[in-house]
């Protein structure tokens, strides 16, 4: 079957412009995590989707940071006014259910540059 | 705060050498999972523990559980060029969200 899919894999935007990251989660999985990974760090974590529940924004850098998943499915990640410290790899990945016991699906992830 | 160290954060072997991470978590862990990276890729996963003092291997891997659950590591006999990329570790922050380590990058001389 298919894995997360994520688009576009990569993206040039000028500062100050918004951009729209989108990520399609493993059929069938309702918990959905965003992830950002500066070159060489490790993962950060930004928000947390679990079925139709209110999503956990506690990772998010700033408010010009939104996400939503809408039909339980589909996600996208906005970022707005882009900075260039917004630079970096952006990973989408989903689990079959809530609970930290179950193995993260990630995404090829969306390549980030801010110019 | 609940932290997760990881080290060493790079590891330089001959192919064939052994290498090893390490991860130590501030609190008791329920579990811990491991996931490698290769170059441009993104993360993998390769296992979860959950018992104390668990040992399990996959061919040339073998990853442990302390026996407190607050500590893992990640053993590969005998390194081939396949094994190149960052391996993290990865526990629980709550009941869904997970804790992760910086990583170790295993890097193969030439």
């Known amino acids: 079957g298919a894995g997360v899919s994520q688009s576009p894999s990569n993206k040039v935007t000028e500062k100050g412009k918004d951009v729209e990251l989108r990520c399609d989660p493993i059929s069938g999985h309702t918990a959905l995590y965003w992830y950002r990974q500066s070159l060489g760090q490790g993962l950060e974590f930004l928000i947390y989707f679990q079925g139709n529940s209110a999503p956990d924004k506690s990772g998010l850098p700033s408010d010009r940071f939104s996400a939503e998943r809408t039909g339980g499915s589909v996600s996208t990640l906005t970022i707005q006014r882009t900075q260039q410290e917004d630079s970096a790899v952006y990973l989408c990945a989903s689990s079959l259910a809530q609970g930290s016991r179950y193995e993260q699906y990630f995404g090829p992830g969306t390549r980030l540059t801010v110019t | 705060g609940q932290q997760v160290m990881q080290i060493p954060q790079y590891q330089h072997v001959q192919e064939g050498e052994d290498f090893t991470t390490y991860c130590n978590s501030s609190?008791?862990?329920?579990?811990i999972q491991w996931y490698k990276q290769r170059p441009g890729g993104h993360p993998v996963f390769l296992i979860q523990?959950?018992?104390s003092g668990e040992v399990k291997k996959q061919k040339r891997l073998t990853f442990q559980f302390g026996e407190a659950k607050k500590n893992s590591s990640l053993h590969i006999t005998a390194t081939q060029t396949t094994d190149v990329g960052t391996y993290f570790c990865a526990g629980p922050k709550s009941n869904y969200q997970l804790i992760w380590g910086a990583g170790t990058k295993l890097i193969i001389k030439p």
């Open positions: 609190t008791t862990l329920s579990n």
């Open positions: 523990l959950v018992k």
